[in-house]
């Protein structure tokens, strides 16, 4: 599972690499431009993300804006259904309307709300079908 | 934290030393924009300093700087200093905790 971590706070970012190193190989970004930058570049080499665990507010750009962004170059590039990314957003806020926004406008998969939790970003991700040959 | 890195001692000394290093930095940011009566960035700083102890179950200075992080949202300062005095002696609190139990020591080389 090739997996990008969006995260701009140095401690959530590396528990989130310690849980997902298990699972995947992992590029982090630690700004919104940087996300999209890796995504784009990883698009590029025809090796997408199969998941990307996107903070809901980083500088520069934030993740709903990442969120739609990707989105869109996806409906533009024709990338639907399974091609799609899987988003999995996390935010420090148990803030209702910024998580329905990335809901709504941008369609993502999963949300979880900091202090990130093993088991759950865990069951998120096996949720989206992308543990199943971990074993 | 615990439950992640528990096993990883190196991870957690550095996470921890990362943190003695970092909070003060971010208690003057805060000071600085008080001073300034800067709420927007008042409010980010907060909520980055939030996002950071959070993760290491620091319930209390948690909650205080969501305490900021909200004065800033609504532009209400007027108790802010009291509420950012109530989390340096929270933070003074953590870091004479791990003193004592010889956490954190030495300089962070990340």
Redesign the interface.
């Known amino acids: 599972m090739k997996i990008l971590i969006a995260e ?5 970012r ?2 989130l690499q ?2 997902l190193a298990e699972h995947g190989v992992c590029h982090v970004a630690v700004d919104g431009l940087e996300a999209m930058e890796a995504y784009k570049n990883a698009l590029k080499d025809g090796h997408t993300f199969d998941l990307i665990c996107l903070d809901i ?1 980083m500088p520069g750009m934030n993740g709903q804006q990442v969120l739609q962004e990707i989105r869109k170059i996806e409906h533009d590039k024709g990338i639907g259904g399974n091609e799609m990314v899987k988003v999995i957003m996390t935010t ?1 806020l148990a803030d209702g309307k910024n998580i329905m926004q990335a809901f709504i406008k941008g369609s993502c998969e999963a949300y979880l709300t ?5 088991e759950k970003l865990l069951a998120e991700i096996e949720k989206l079908g992308l543990l199943e040959d971990d074993n | ?1 615990q ?3 528990g096993e ?1 001692r190196q ?1 957690v000394t ?2 921890i030393k ?2 003695l290093q ?1 909070y003060p930095l971010k208690i003057d940011e805060i000071q600085r924009y008080l001073a300034d009566k800067d709420a927007a960035r008042l409010a980010a700083s907060a ?2 300093l ?3 102890i ?4 620091a319930q209390q200075a948690h909650d205080l700087t969501f305490e900021l992080e909200r004065m800033g949202e609504s532009g209400q300062l007027e108790m802010a200093t009291i509420t950012l005095d109530k989390l340096k002696q929270e933070f003074l609190r953590i870091e004479e905790y791990l003193h004592a139990n010889d956490l954190g020591q030495g300089e962070y080389n990340p």
């Open positions: 701009d706070d140095f401690v959530c590396t528990l310690e849980i507010m420090a900091k202090p990130i939790d093993k | 934290m439950e992640i890195a990883n991870m550095t996470l990362y943190l970092e909520h980055k939030k996002g950071m959070i993760n290491y179950g």
